[in-house]
Structure formats: C-alpha cells, structure tokens
C-alpha cells in the first residue's frame, strides 16, 4: 500500500517548467488530510501531520470497497472520529476562515438529505459544517455568527454541479465572509455571509460519508478530503485540480518502473499489440470501462472517470503506466494480473514520453472485428518448418521435432519407446478399438525385435485396412454429429433408418474418403450426387439432432419456436463440430468475441431454411434413408432476427456465410458455380454453395475446417487435444499447446488430399505417440501438456464393453445395418408417452453381442451401461467426453448382467482352452492356466508369477466356497460351479485399472 | 496476460468461478443496481474456499460463495401443472365473469368462456392466506410459505415447458437444476447419490432429460429412486454371487490395482477408480436402507398417509424424501402420480390429486419441523406451469405459461408472503412478473450459491442455470 506524501515545497528539485511542478499542492493551512490510503480496513488516517492526527473510523468495513487511494462506500456506514476534533475547531475558531475540499464521485443524483459527505456535527441539526449533495447540487451549512445552529442559510452550487463521474469540489470561507465554491477548478457560487466562526460548537466530531447519527448517508467515491484553516485562493484551488486525485502524485516512485525503452518505438508495431492483448477487452469498441477507451487516439488522450490517464511527454506522469506496472498492488491493470512485463511497460514509457505519437490511420474502432481478422485460426494455411532440436536421435517424424523442441525449450526429457506389446495394445485400441490377440502379440513381438519401426509400420498399415477402423473412428465422429437412432423430444420416435447416415460414415472412413469430401457430401450430397446412395445417406448428419413432429393444430407460436430450434441445432452442429465457432450463440446477438454477426448466423441459416428432415430414396435403391432435402429449387425467404424473435421479419438476408472467414470471393460466386456445376432441379443448391466456401482453403473456411479436424485427431490419439477447447477456436479459445505443430499438421493434411489414414500414420508413427506412458511427473509440466511421456488414457464405454466380448471369444463382427436395440431392464425405461417405446423384453440373440457402434441409441431411454460410462447424450455436438470416475460405473461392472455374463463368458472360453473341465483334472496346473491365459488376452501380457499364484489361490477358494454351498455335489455342479469361480475371476479382471487404462 | 475468467486452464472441465468479468460487475454497479450486491460478491469472492470439483470425487461436499441458508431442497413437482385459481390464487373477478367469453389463443384451440373455480375458498393462518376446500392439511402450514403467483414461462407444450422448470431451457438437453447444485456443492454422503428423483408409476413425460446432467458431468445426474424394492439400477446383485463372493472379489481387485498403481505414479485417477468401486460396495447396503421404512413409528408412517390407499404412493415418497436429505442427500424431487393435466373435468382431476398428496405434504411439513430440518430444508411446490381461466370442453382448463404459482417453505424462506400477482382473471402474470431463472437463481441464493458464478465451460461458452437472466426474489427471503 502506498503512503503518500505531498512535496512540502511544490517546486522542490525541479524546474518551473515542469508540469508536476505546477501541478502540486499546497501544504499551508492544511490541518487535516484524508487520502484513504492505509492498511486498516476499519480506519481512514489523517495524512496532514497537523497536531494530533484525527483518524477516521470504519464501524461496518463491508459497506467500504477500498482499492488503493479509492474509498467507495456503497451502503450506509459512519466513518468518524472516536472523538471532538478539537485540533480542527480550534485551528478554525482562531482564524474565522476554512476551506473544504474532497474529490469525489456521487453515485447518482438522487440521494439527499442533504446526504452527507463531509460533515462536522453532532445530529441532523446540530452543526459546525456539512458539505452534502442534495440530487444534482452541492450545499454547504457553516455555523456562523450570523447563521443558526443549523448552519441555515446554506450556501448551494447550481443545479447539474453534482453529477455521477469524478468531480474537485472546493468551498472556502474567507475572514471577511466571502464564500466560494469552485468546482474542477471553476467558481461556480460566490456570496458572502458575513460573521466569526467563533460560535462553533467544541464537541462535534467529524465524519465523512454520513451524518453522526447516521441517517444521512451519502454513497459514492472518495479519494480525498482535505481541510484547511485558511481561504484558499482561486488559483490555489485550479492548481488542486490540476495536481489530480493523489495517484497522479505517483511520480516519486520513479524508482519502481523499468526505465523507458531505449530503442525507437512505433505505435503500430510496439505498442498497439500491447494494448490489443491487455486493454482492448475492456476498453475498446463499445467497451469503455471507466470511461475509458484506448482504441482511438482521441479517446485515450481523454481519459476516463478519474481523469487523464495518458500525458503525451511525461509516462511518470501517466496513470496507464502505473495502473500497468502494478505500482499499486490493490489497482494493477490488467484485473486480477500482475501487470504488464517490464519490457512492455518500457515500451509504453519510451512511447510517452516522446509525444506518445499515434496516426490516426491505427485508430481501431471495432477490435472485435479486428481480432477476429488478426485471430491465428482464422488465417490462410501456412506452411511451417519444423524446428531443429538438439537431441536428434529420439526424432521419428517432422511431429517430433515441434514436440521435441518444446521440451527441450522447458529443460524436459522425452520418455524412449514403449515395449512391444504396449505399443501393441496402444494402436490396437487406438487404430480399430479392439485388444491384440495373443497370436497377434506374439507375431509383432518378434517382428518388433527384428526391426522396431517396420514392425510398427507394418501393423499399422494391418489395422488402417481393418474394417474395424472405420467403426472405431466413426464413433469419434458420431459424438461430433450428435447421431441417435430416435427424435428424442416427448414423443422419441424411431429412425429405423437413421443407420444408413452411420454406415456411411463408417464406409467413408474405411474407404479414405478426403476430409473435405466427407463435410460436402454430410451439408450436401444429394446436391453433389444425388444418384450416389452415400452421398444421400450422409446429409443424415443434417437430420441426426433430435425433433419433434408438432401436429398442425398447435399454436403457431409453438410450432415456430420448434422449428427454429431445430434449424438452431444445426446451426450450432456445424458452428462447434465442423469450425469450431459458436455460432449458437450469434442467433440472439452479435457474437460477443468473435465478430460473427447475427446477420451471418441468419444468412447461413438460409441454406437451410428451405429445406427439411425426410425418409429420401437412397439413389436408384428401394430403401429410403432419413435425410434432408430441399423442398425446392427456391430459397425460401429468410429474416434477420433480432434478439432470436421469429415474428421479427424487416431484415431479409440471402445466402451469406462467416464474413470474417471469407476472403475475395462472394456468396453469390459460389452460389453461381454451384448452379454452374449440376444440373439438378429439384433443389436451390445453396448448401452444395455452403459446403463449397466450407471446404474452401483459398477464399473460405477450408483452413479453419483443417485445423479443427487435425485437432480432434490428435485429441484421440493422445487423449488430450492441441487446442484444449475442441469446439472453440474463436478469439477467445484457449491458444494452443502447440501452435506451429498443429500448423504444420493442417497444411500436410491438406496438402496432401485431406486424408485422414495418413495422418494416422504420422501420428502413430512418432516418437512422441511411441513413447513410455509411464515417469514421474516433472514440477515443469505435471499435467504433460508438453507430452514428455504418452498420457494414461482410458476406454470408452464402448470400447470397454467391444473389449469385453471380444476378450470373451464372443463378438459378432458383423458390420453395418439396422442398429440393435440392447436389453435394458424395465426399471432403466423411465419414460412414458413414446410414440415408438422401449421393447420391454428383447429375448437373447447374437445381434446383442455386435460392437457398440450398431447399439440403438434411443434418446430419451439411453443404454445404462453405456451411459455410466460418460457415453455422451446426443443432444447437442459433443466435442470432448467427460472421463468421470463414480460409483455407477463400478456397480456395472460388478452387478449388471451384462458384465456378469460376459465375465461367464470369458470363463467359458478360458475353461474350454485349458480343458480345465475333466474329471481328473490337475486343479492347480489347470488353474496357473487359466489366470495366464486371462492375463494374455486380457491385458496382453504373460501373468508374473505373483500375479499367477494370487489368481489361483482366488479361483480355488472360490471354487471351494462355492461347492461347500452346495447341497448335492454332483458333477454338473461341479461344472458350474468352476465355472462362476473362474467367472468370479474374470470379472476381477475386467474390472482391473489395467484393463480399462491403456499405456 | 490473459484474463483468468475466460481462459481456464481446463476449459473441458469447467470450473466453479465467476462468470462475470469485472468489465461486468463495474457496469452492474455503475449503473446503480446492487453496489451493496458487489460488496457481498467481493467478500464472498475473498471467502470462497474449495471450488474445483475433482473427476475422481466430483460430489465431495463443497462450500458455495457464502453461508448457506439450505443445506438441502426437496422440490414437491406436481406433473401435469395444476391450477392457480383453483388451488391458492381465487379470483373474485372470474367468479364474477363465469360464462363470459374473452380473446384468447390456447394451447389445443377452440377455447371456451370464463370459468369460475368449482372450489370453495378460505383464509388460513395470520398471514391469511387463500387455499381451496380440497387442500385443507397443506393449509395448516401457510405461514411457512411464500408464495409466488406471478410465475411465466415460455411453451404451451408440458415438455419444453419440463425442461424449462427443470433447467432453465425449454429445449432438452441441458442440465437440471438439481445437477448444477450437486455440481456446486457436492453431496454430504458419499454413499449415496446426491440428486434423487422419486418418479411416479406412469413415468414422467420427457424422461429423464428432466433430471440430466446435459453437459455437466456424468455424475451430477439425477438418479431415479423408486419407493419400494431395489432402488436403484446396479444395487443388486448378480443371482450367483453373494455378497462374500463380491467382497473377496473386491479384495484381489485391490491387491492387484495396488500393484498397478506403483508402476504409474501420479495419477490421481487410478486411486479415483479405486475407491470408486469400494463406494461402490457401501452404495448397496446404504441405499437399499433408505427405502426400508421398518424403522418408522407407525404414528409417523400416519403423518404421512403411507397406509391409506390414497396417499400411499406420495405419502411414501414424502417419508423417503425426508430419509433422504436427513441422511445428507442433497436434492430430492419428488414427483406427483398421475397428471394434474385437467383438459375436462378438472374438478375431479384436481380432487384427486389433492386427497393424494394433502396429507403427505403436510405430514412432510410436520414431520420436517419435528425433526429440526425444516430450517435447514427449502421445500417447493410447483407445476411446470398453469391452467388457463377459460374452461375446454365444459368444464377442463387447457395449459398456461403466461401465469402460474408456486411456493417455497422452509430454509431461510420468510414465510406469510406472496410475491407477484396474475392479472383479475389469473390469465397472465401482471405484477411483479416472475421467470423460470428468478425461481432458480433464489433458489442457488439459498443454498449459497451466487447463480452469476456457478458457470460450466461447454462448446466455447459459459453456461449458466440461469442462462444470462436470474433475479433474486429478495422479498421471500428472511433477513
């Protein structure tokens, strides 16, 4: 906190000429002085070093906001001195004269009474002096040989003199009864009163801010109060106004600033960064807090509520330069910071003090626009080179040295290559979602051992040709597209057809379909091919959020609001799924950050606006598909809404797409070469437009569309993203980890065809993703944002499930078709009214044993099982899962059928390998068999011997127990009794942290 | 520099924080609402302590922003919506206008003239309150409640307007009211889920989107409790293992995690994991407790109606409601059986859903008192919104957003009041209008949660339970 002290001679070590000079304050006749400084909450010190110093107390500290020199009092308090203030009324009884004065802001005009800023008194009618404010005026009531002890007649400035905003309020009476009353500087009231202030009372107490009896409160801004036994003179009270509030006296703390930067400095190029990073948010634009704006050179030299905060030529005179440097630790700007570094705030100060030049050309009026335009991800692609790194050996790709130097730049280690069968169980999952089979392991094992990187490539070129990866992959991508197999809603049809729009994305992804291709045809296919049943299929992602069918005779306002929901939910799908941009929220405003008008939301909701949800012929093929379609070769007209009213319609817009991504070509460019293009009729061929400027890396959208994508494949497979927020790459998104990498990542992919296998393969060749997962976390980097090992990641809840039948010799491979309702107990269905409800009994049958990609997704009766294990809702886009770690989960694993079954299973399949099911079986042997078996296609590992010894001694007690429960130990007993003790084992082992957590 | 309130270090997880940035609050306070607000926001903001909820315990209790007047809120929803100037808001001037056709747009169409109540009325209490013939016991307890008859909401549809009372969004998806307290404040036992919903026998329209935890994480779901049996999914177990079979499988489980775990130092999730299925385990016995009354009185199992056959149903959800919060549960909403949906007849409708849940309200009101927990409780009762003053068919009221009630008791509740009032006829909100967010920022006040703060991170935005509304009804609140 700082304690201010005035000069005690204004022109003390410094020449006339300068302005801090001129602008001090004078000392003579001060007796007391309040700068609202101080460390104690519950007092004001009286700064004068007149006699006894008067302090103030605080009775209720929470009815004051003190921030350095600020003294806010905003609910009534009494501030007072414990006693007379004997030193004041002597002082001013012998010299007949006084002057009051404060700086201050009301915080309004409607307080009166008058409500009491400064008072000397003892009730509301007893006094020696009050400076009040009555609404918009200032009175003063001095006690007087002529006056009553009221202080009645009082002496007012005019109406209007009190307003909200900083304010210099001087009174002084003067021997020979003249009263003055000036404010900022300027005598707004003179009369004259004559009589001695020898009358004055010697008990009053003095008070700021309330009447002693407190019921005159006065709110708003003090930031000082000073009181003198003389009559300040006019000149003496410009000069005050002049010196400002104290903190502009900061530049005795010379010695606490960086000196000012020796080099040339350029608005433009120095400075202007500097105030867009820090200051802009806040004051800029629109955006004035405290009045104050730094985007406009006129502006800025203005100030704000407490004044000046620039003085071209003198930065220790500038209050932005000690708000910056934190001079004042309880008034830093920027908020809740610790100021600017020392190399900006010498920046700054060399700027000022030559002249603080700035061309009104680099005035910014609109900073959201001109961040937006600046903003990294909204730039051209650019091709990046990739650092060099000491450590050469560890590198395995381009991936690594961006990895590699980062690490190196934080004096971190990376972690060398995981073993065999790690790296095995890592790409398994990773690549097609299912573990290694025993024989698998031990092929890659040897290969590995032969040579470790074409073990590599060759298994990863094995599962990049899996049908497998399409259905784990298409799985990420079903979260993103928000695909159920029900409308949700109240009445949650079926979409038994829905699948086709799954299987398609499926197909694509095993098929390599190029990136670019892949969002064309889901805004567009059937306007690109419309013969093409995938091209049909995929505009299902359009129709996969969830509906409802009002009927007709509903209330209009009922339906409309449904029906710009819907058109909202795609909106919002392809704002955070495809661009990372939410646009969500543009359908009710201006986009706070982003400079994404509401005429832009509204404008590509004009694609759609035509066109609707329908069962659509899949190509030349008798089945039908739920997908969209226009109605007709006409837009339909489309409004501007204001605030998201949909009676609203004086704003008609046409076809328009995200201004601020759109460079050099028009909407009705690509709406001509989209008619240009096809021949089709039946449609108006402005998503074929939208998709076109989407996937468009020179004039659209296609950069930004790289960059997200490339960030969600890299968050699959490292389990954390580059750029932590996924569906958010606007202004205000969290910046990436690493920028250039993620850079060079997008100009490859799209380089080279937008295609995801091979940057699978960068990626899972690398040695960063090759990595051990395992180290002790370094203070540098414990959360490994820098991937100095390769993060722990758990499986999905589908993942989890696939892997427990497959481990169980149970999976059913089948690919594609209608999706299979899972048996879901009759208490898990909790809802009534469906129009398609919940089968209450689904008999046994293979199709329950198929991969969770096929799992009917019924929104308003999701799969428990599933749902325990954070499977999102389909509700909206899901960018990232949650990873919740709760008791659910365990109770699934532990009491659902499905668990205890597939637990059943594996045992089956374990008993039967071991041919641990004879009569003369050798149960110790048979069961060192059964747990290294487990471990085997488990976990994909050989058992220790530890590990062994603990799981047959388990298996045995258990299958002891479980006999000596029975009755009648016959043989089938026998056999079911082995078998829900090794069951009792297995689910043991499905439930280990190192089965659900990958290395 | 960034500014901590828009960047967090993990955006995807959310954080207990300050929505507002000080740009907000400035401005808030500049223009003269609620300096005295930004006074509390700052001590509270000073005073906040544990704020983070953990992905390995995300219902460990937590302190809000400022002392709490409810630890805990039992919320009596009474599905279908039931009707404000049939059950405490007579109107004199509908009386008046029995029969008298006015302009009006509803819901099914074909709307018919004015109706009275079929109800008669009478003052109760000091504080004088207006209840219907058919509320008699509920009646006793009116200088508990504070009324709000100026409630508003959005759709037509029960649905939407559902989800609206619910989550403060009439469209699905988004998180319950009851998640986002469970979200701020954790739960007090740990052995229990800390938002329970005790459904009704037909299933509630809408499903389970009415207690979800939309973007919030899995665990602040609410879970459905059904009043008898097993009450919950997963608490029993499979038919062929007992609960010496789980515990040894427990057992070596532990051990072999154990040794994992030394092979991959801190990760904090794996212990999480750990602990989770040892939770898991308690989770059964206590939450199969909860629904075994055996060790009521029977003078209580009276209070409540749960051996009568008419308020069996409700009687016993009101009994394990208070089970519930008493066992440091803390959310429990409690569902009427049947609808309150009175398209014709409503005087047989609202008959009988007042002799199902009269008794078991006001047995919970007694019973609460007794027991020292009606300070420490905010209960609420309310549809998802009201009935219209003209009649459909001859004698049905069709569905009203535009005006409707409810009333809180309990926990920092300033009983006797009423807040906001319908038009003469009860057809819209006229003073002092009332929305969904007012409701439910009160009702985060209470528990001592700023609804300005309590903020999730998801898609890029701040979200709220309040969205970007949320007035505290100040005037409800004791001092």
Same mark, same amino acid.
């Given at each position: 906190m700082l304690a201010l002290a005035f000069l005690a001679d204004p022109k003390a070590g410094r020449s006339a000429e300068e302005p801090i000079a001129k602008a001090s304050r004078s000392t003579d006749g001060l007796i007391a002085l309040y700068t609202f400084d101080g460390d104690d909450p519950g007092r004001v010190e009286d700064r004068s070093g007149f006699g006894e110093p008067l302090a103030l107390r605080i009775d209720k500290p929470q009815a004051v906001l003190r921030r350095g020199g600020t003294f806010r009092i905003t609910a009534p308090a009494l501030i007072a001195s414990d006693g007379p203030a004997t030193k004041l009324i002597d002082a001013i009884r012998a010299s007949s004269e006084v002057t009051i004065e404060a700086w201050i802001e009301p915080q309004d005009t409607n307080q009166s009474g008058p409500a009491r800023i400064v008072t000397l008194s003892e009730n509301p009618s007893l006094r020696n002096l009050t400076l009040g404010q009555d609404k918009t005026r200032f009175e003063l009531r001095l006690r007087s040989a002529s006056s009553d002890d009221n202080g009645i007649p009082a002496i007012t400035a005019p109406e209007g003199s009190a307003k909200v905003g900083l304010t210099h309020l001087v009174f002084t009476h003067a021997k020979d009864g003249t009263r003055r009353i000036l404010i900022d500087g300027k005598l707004v009231t003179e009369t004259r009163i004559e009589g001695t202030l020898d009358r004055w009372d010697g008990d009053h107490r003095l008070a700021i801010?309330?009447?002693? *009896?407190g019921d005159r409160p006065w709110h708003g801004t003090l930031h000082l109060v000073a009181i003198y036994d003389r009559a300040l003179s006019d000149t003496e009270a410009r000069t005050h106004h002049a010196a400002g509030i104290p903190a502009t006296d900061l530049s005795r703390f010379e010695s606490l600033l960086p000196p000012p930067h020796p080099d040339p400095v350029d608005f433009v190029t120095d400075i202007q960064p500097i105030l867009k990073e820090h200051c802009y948010e806040c004051h800029s634009g629109e955006n004035e807090d405290g009045g104050v704006n730094l985007g406009i050179r006129r502006r800025a030299l203005q100030g704000g509520d407490h004044g000046p905060i620039l003085v071209p030529g003198n930065s220790l005179q500038s209050r932005l330069v000690h708000l910056v440097a934190a001079i004042d630790k309880s008034d830093v700007m920027p908020p809740d910071s610790e100021g600017l570094s020392d190399i900006e705030i010498a920046k700054l100060r060399a700027w000022i003090d030559r002249g603080a030049d700035w061309p009104p050309s680099a005035d910014v009026a609109d900073p959201r &626009?001109?961040? !937006?335009?600046?903003?990294?991800?909204?730039?051209?692609?650019? &091709? =990046? =080179?990739?650092?060099? *790194?000491?450590n050469t050996d560890w590198l395995l790709t381009p991936i690594d040295r961006f990895v590699l130097a980062k690490l190196e730049g934080a004096g971190l280690q990376p972690q060398g290559r995981a073993n065999p069968r790690q790296l095995i169980r890592r790409i398994q999952f990773d690549l097609i979602g299912l573990p290694p089979t025993p024989e698998e392991l031990d092929a890659f094992s040897a290969a590995f051992d032969r040579s470790p990187d074409a073990a590599i490539e060759a298994l990863v070129d094995r599962l990049l040709q899996s049908p497998h990866h399409g259905e784990r992959w298409a799985r990420h991508w079903l979260d993103v597209a928000r695909y159920a197999d029900s409308d949700g809603q109240e009445s949650d049809r079926d979409r038994p057809t829905a699948y086709h729009y799954r299987d398609f994305v499926i197909r694509a992804l095993c098929d390599d379909m190029p990136y670019d291709q892949f969002i064309r045809w889901q805004l567009a296919g059937d306007e690109y091919e419309p013969q093409n049943p995938d091209a049909i299929a995929a505009t299902g992602f359009l129709a996969a959020g969830p509906f409802a069918a009002l009927p007709d005779r509903l209330m209009?306002?009922?339906?409309?609001r449904n029906r710009y929901n819907e058109l909202d939910d795609i909106m919002s799908t392809i704002g955070s799924g495809l661009l990372g941009l939410t646009l969500g929220c543009v359908r009710c405003h201006d986009h706070k950050y982003d400079a994404i008008p509401a005429r832009d939301y509204y404008s590509i909701l004009a694609a759609f606006h035509g066109g609707?949800? !329908?069962?659509?012929?899949?190509?030349? *093929?008798a089945d039908k598909t739920l997908g969209f379609r226009d109605r007709g070769p006409q837009p339909s007209p489309t409004w501007l809404f204001q605030r998201g009213d949909y009676y609203d319609r004086d704003q008609p817009v046409s076809l328009g797409f %995200?201004? %601020?991504?759109?460079?050099?070509?028009?909407?009705?460019?690509?709406?001509?070469?989209?008619?240009?293009?096809s021949d089709a009729n039946a449609t108006s061929l402005q998503r074929r437009a939208l998709a076109h400027w989407m996937t468009d890396v020179d004039h659209g959208a296609g950069a930004l569309l790289a960059r997200v994508i490339v960030n969600r494949v890299w968050q699959h497979h490292f389990g954390q993203p580059l750029v932590q927020t996924v569906g958010d790459f606007g202004v205000r998104s969290e910046p990436p980890s690493h920028p250039e990498l993620l850079e060079w990542l997008a100009h490859d992919f799209v380089s080279n065809g937008w295609k995801l296998k091979r940057l699978h393969r960068l990626i899972v060749r690398s040695a960063v993703y090759n990595q051990r997962s395992a180290g002790a976390p370094p203070a540098a980097d414990p959360d490994n944002r820098l991937l100095w090992k390769m993060p722990l990641r758990r499986l999905e809840g589908e993942i989890l499930r696939d892997t427990m039948l497959a481990v169980g010799g149970d999976l059913n491979t089948q690919m594609f078709g209608p999706a299979v309702k899972p048996q879901i !107990?009759? &208490?898990? %269905?909790l809802a009534r009214n469906l129009k398609d409800p919940y089968p209450n009994r689904i008999e046994d049958n293979d199709e329950l044993r198929r991969r969770s990609v096929y799992l009917f997704h019924k929104r308003v009766v999701p799969y428990p099982w599933l749902q325990a294990f954070d499977k999102p809702d389909a509700q909206q886009s899901c960018s990232r899962r949650d990873r919740t770690t709760v008791a659910p989960q365990a109770l699934a694993l532990l009491n659902d059928p499905f668990s205890r079954q597939a637990s059943l299973t594996f045992a089956g399949r374990l008993i039967g390998e071991c041919d641990a099911d004879r009569d003369d079986a050798d149960l110790k042997a048979d069961f060192d068999a059964i747990v290294r078996r487990a471990y085997l296609l488990a976990l994909a590992r050989p058992a220790s011997d530890a590990e062994t010894a603990a799981g047959t001694r388990f298996i045995s007690d258990q299958l002891r127990e479980r006999i000596g429960r029975e009755t009648n130990a016959d043989a089938a007993n026998r056999s079911r009794n082995l078998l829900t003790a090794v069951a009792d084992f297995a689910q043991v082992v499905f439930s280990l942290n190192e089965f659900i957590y990958v290395d | 520099m960034t500014h901590p309130n828009f960047h967090s270090t993990d955006p995807h997880c959310g954080r207990f924080r300050p929505v507002l940035n000080r740009r907000d609050w400035l401005q808030r306070a500049g223009n003269g609402i609620g300096t005295l607000a930004l006074a509390q926001l700052l001590a509270a903001e000073s005073s906040r302590a544990n704020d983070s909820p953990s992905p390995n315990a995300p219902l460990a209790p937590r302190t809000g922003h400022f002392a709490p007047r409810a630890k805990s809120v039992i919320w009596l929803f009474m599905e279908g919506a039931p009707s404000s100037v049939d059950m405490f808001d007579p109107k004199p001037e509908l009386t008046k206008r029995d029969g008298q056709r006015i302009a009006i747009d509803v819901f099914n169409g074909n709307p018919g003239p004015l109706m009275k109540s079929p109800f008669s009325f009478k003052q109760y209490g000091e504080s004088g309150a207006w209840v219907c013939d058919r509320y008699t016991n509920v009646a006793r307890h009116v200088d508990d409640f504070a009324f709000i008859k100026s409630l508003h909401s959005d759709s037509n549809d029960h649905v939407p307007a559902l989800y609206q009372i619910n989550t403060g969004i009439a469209r699905p998806g988004f998180p319950a009211a009851g998640a986002w307290v469970t979200y701020g404040l954790g739960s007090e036992n740990q052995n229990l889920p800390g938002f329970v919903v005790l459904g009704n026998n037909q299933g509630i329209k809408g499903g389970p989107l009415n207690w979800h935890a939309g973007f919030l994480p899995a665990a602040h779901q609410g879970t459905l409790f059904r009043p008898e049996g097993t009450p919950i999914l997963n608490l029993t177990r499979p038919a062929d293992v007992t609960r010496a079979d789980q515990r040894k499988q427990l057992d070596l489980l532990a051990q072999l995690n154990a040794d994992h775990l030394a092979t991959h130092p801190g990760e904090a999730e794996l212990i999480g994991r750990i602990q989770s299925f040892e939770l898991a385990y308690r989770m059964q016995t206590e939450a199969t407790r909860m629904t075994d009354f055996s060790d009521e009185t029977q003078e209580t199992r009276d209070l409540y109606g749960v051996d009568q056959k008419e308020t069996r149903s409700y009687g016993s959800k009101c009994l394990l409601a208070r089970r519930l919060i008493e066992s440091g549960v803390r959310f429990v909403q409690v569902y009427s059986d049947g609808e309150w949906d009175a398209h014709s007849d409503l005087a047989k409708n609202h008959s009988g859903h007042c002799k199902a849940t009269d008794v078991p309200i006001a047995g919970l009101l007694t019973d609460l008192k007794r027991r020292g927990l009606f300070d420490s409780t905010l209960v609420i009762w309310g549809g998802e919104f009201g009935r219209m003053p003209v009649s459909q068919g001859n004698n049905g009221r069709d569905h009203n957003p535009q005006g409707f009630m409810a009333w809180m008791a309990g926990a920092g509740i300033r009983g006797g009041t009423s807040h906001g009032e319908t038009d003469e006829i009860g057809y819209k909100a006229a003073v002092d209008p009332v929305t969904v967010h007012d409701l439910h920022a009160t009702m /985060? $006040? /209470?528990?001592?949660?700023? $609804?300005l703060r309590l903020t999730y991170r998801h898609n890029g935005r701040e979200y709220r339970l309040t969205d970007v509304a949320g007035e505290l009804l100040t005037k409800l609140i004791k001092a």
């Open positions: 801010g309330n009447e002693l *009896t &626009e001109s961040l !937006a335009r600046e903003h990294w991800a909204f730039q051209p692609l650019r &091709e =990046i =080179i990739p650092p060099a *790194t000491r209009e306002d009922e339906r409309l609707e949800r !329908a069962e659509v012929p899949l190509g030349q *093929t %995200v201004s %601020v991504l759109t460079r050099g070509k028009s909407p009705e460019d690509y709406l001509r070469e989209a008619r240009d293009a !107990a009759s &208490e898990a %269905v | /985060l $006040h /209470l528990l001592g949660i700023d $609804h």
